[in-house]
């Protein structure tokens, strides 16, 4: 399909570059029977890109197939490697970028951690307010100075002025990005000096990298810089920065509200990488199942992470649960759970000696080193395998 019109530059430049019938509608549910796993609404794919400003966007996003509700759990922090990073980006904010003494807003802000840690760390004096209606906890705390609303952002000026604008992994769940942006925008009416910060994947790493089950359901709107740039300039955000962070995977960017902002527009070589990458998923799936299959017959396999990568990866390789045996997950609240669509299940790490498992795929490069350390202090002894690496070499079984 061509000539779509883009949801970021508004040209009519879009073409489909890749389709899947029948994937999870949201990824990160927490379902306690494989029976509630598999009755996760089904949505589709048809992953398209612009050829003008170089957003790629799913045409095929249904909203009423996600949930975003108190069962819905893509917390992170378990990790100590997206800890490390976490904590990064909270030192970023408050030493270079100066985020003292200042009123924050959090538009999406989930379990309220990044909010909390920009005001409780020592000696910043900041206060905050986070927006999100999946929000689980206490609505007050630190005597008034941090503050949960469960709702989205109105778009109406804040009741107070604020100084400071953070949204994370947000603006990709949002198929009208330039609205969302436009709202942030419209809150900060009064709130001239503010200054606003995005951080969103990048669809680049995605489609350069291979990483072919970065591709879901929920992440509607997924952006190169140069297309971030636009979606933000075209609401009124002059840019002055973005980079590539968390290894090349995520986007960050800052912003400030202005008047008569130009709007440009660079798409890239955007569209050649995704026809290439569409080009080698076909083969890549069927190269994959293959292996699996001679891989479940030496002994069990299992995947690290239950989190949007992982779900995707055993609905696209293993759908009926014959292939993989169970899911990896550190995140507590995810243990004892199953994946929505396929409705493997989710263990501990320390489950993996209990179901000899034989062979790990690993999802995320970034997580490598404190998997293979973890597994080395459990005594677990696996094959494990980096999806990312070998994904189109993945000779399971040597």
């Given at each position: 399909?061509?000539?779509?019109?883009?949801?970021?530059?508004?040209?009519?430049?879009?073409?489909?570059?890749?389709?899947?019938?029948?994937?999870?509608?949201?990824?990160?549910?927490l379902?306690?029977?494989?029976e509630?796993?598999?009755a996760?609404?089904?949505?589709?794919l048809?992953?398209?890109?612009?050829?003008?400003?170089?957003f790629?966007?799913n045409?095929?996003?249904d909203?009423?197939?996600?949930?975003?509700?108190?069962?819905?759990?893509?917390?992170q922090?378990?990790?100590p490697?997206?800890?490390?990073?976490?904590?990064?980006l909270?030192?970023?904010?408050?030493?270079?970028q100066?985020?003292?003494?200042?009123?924050?807003?959090?538009?999406?802000?989930?379990?309220?951690?990044?909010?909390?840690?920009?005001?409780?760390?020592d000696?910043v004096?900041n206060?905050?307010?986070?927006?999100?209606?999946?929000?689980?906890?206490?609505?007050r705390?630190?005597?008034?100075?941090?503050e949960?609303?469960?709702?989205f952002?109105?778009?109406?000026?804040?009741?107070?002025?604020?100084d400071?604008?953070?949204?994370?992994?947000?603006?990709?769940h949002?198929?009208q990005p330039?609205?969302?942006?436009?709202?942030?925008?419209?809150?900060?009416?009064?709130?001239?000096?503010?200054?606003?910060?995005?951080?969103?994947?990048?669809?680049?790493?995605i489609?350069?990298?291979?990483?072919?089950?970065?591709f879901?359901h929920?992440?509607?709107?997924?952006?190169?810089?140069?297309?971030?740039?636009?979606?933000?300039?075209?609401?009124?955000?002059a840019?002055?920065?973005?980079r590539?962070?968390?290894?090349?995977?995520?986007?960050?960017?800052?912003?400030?509200?202005a008047?008569?902002?130009?709007?440009?527009r660079?798409?890239?070589d955007i569209?050649?990488?995704?026809?290439?990458?569409?080009?080698?998923?076909?083969?890549?799936?069927?190269?994959?199942?293959?292996?699996?299959?001679?891989?479940?017959?030496?002994?069990?396999?299992?995947?690290?992470g239950?989190?949007?990568k992982?779900?995707?990866?055993?609905?696209?390789?293993?759908?009926?649960?014959?292939?993989?045996?169970?899911?990896?997950?550190?995140?507590?609240?995810?243990q004892?759970?199953?994946?929505?669509?396929?409705?493997h299940?989710?263990?501990?790490?320390?489950?993996?000696c209990?179901?000899?498992v034989?062979?790990?795929?690993?999802?995320?490069?970034?997580y490598?080193?404190?998997?293979?350390?973890?597994?080395?202090?459990?005594?677990?002894?696996?094959?494990?395998?980096?999806?990312?690496?070998?994904?189109?070499?993945?000779?399971l079984?040597?």
């Amino acid at each position: 399909m061509s000539g779509l019109t883009c949801p970021v530059c508004g040209c009519a430049a879009g073409h489909t570059f890749l389709r899947r019938e029948r994937v999870p509608g949201t990824q990160n549910l927490l379902s306690r029977s494989q029976e509630a796993a598999r009755a996760v609404a089904s949505g589709a794919l048809e992953m398209s890109a612009c050829d003008k400003c170089g957003f790629v966007w799913n045409a095929a996003f249904d909203a009423s197939r996600v949930r975003y509700d108190q069962d819905y759990e893509n917390s992170q922090t378990s990790s100590p490697a997206f800890e490390s990073y976490f904590q990064g980006l909270i030192d970023h904010l408050i030493d270079e970028q100066e985020i003292r003494n200042h009123r924050i807003v959090e538009v999406g802000c989930g379990n309220g951690s990044f909010l909390r840690s920009l005001v409780t760390a020592d000696g910043v004096r900041n206060t905050g307010i986070g927006y999100d209606p999946c929000y689980r906890g206490n609505t007050r705390d630190l005597n008034g100075r941090l503050e949960f609303r469960l709702e989205f952002l109105s778009g109406e000026p804040l009741d107070e002025p604020c100084d400071v604008v953070v949204s994370r992994h947000v603006i990709e769940h949002i198929l009208q990005p330039v609205e969302f942006l436009s709202t942030i925008r419209r809150s900060l009416s009064n709130s001239s000096d503010a200054r606003v910060f995005i951080e969103t994947p990048s669809v680049a790493w995605i489609l350069r990298s291979r990483t072919y089950w970065d591709f879901f359901h929920e992440h509607c709107s997924i952006f190169t810089d140069a297309s971030l740039t636009t979606a933000c300039e075209r609401a009124g955000l002059a840019v002055t920065d973005v980079r590539h962070v968390f290894g090349g995977q995520y986007l960050w960017l800052e912003a400030t509200p202005a008047e008569g902002v130009e709007v440009t527009r660079n798409p890239g070589d955007i569209s050649e990488i995704a026809a290439a990458f569409a080009v080698a998923e076909r083969d890549w799936l069927e190269r994959w199942r293959r292996e699996l299959e001679l891989a479940a017959a030496e002994g069990p396999v299992a995947v690290w992470g239950a989190g949007a990568k992982g779900v995707t990866l055993v609905n696209l390789l293993d759908p009926e649960t014959r292939l993989v045996q169970c899911v990896v997950d550190m995140n507590p609240l995810k243990q004892g759970g199953f994946i929505p669509g396929s409705g493997h299940s989710i263990v501990a790490p320390e489950e993996l000696c209990n179901r000899g498992v034989h062979h790990l795929l690993l999802m995320n490069p970034n997580y490598r080193e404190e998997i293979e350390d973890l597994l080395t202090r459990l005594e677990v002894a696996v094959n494990v395998i980096n999806v990312t690496e070998r994904a189109d070499d993945p000779v399971l079984i040597s």
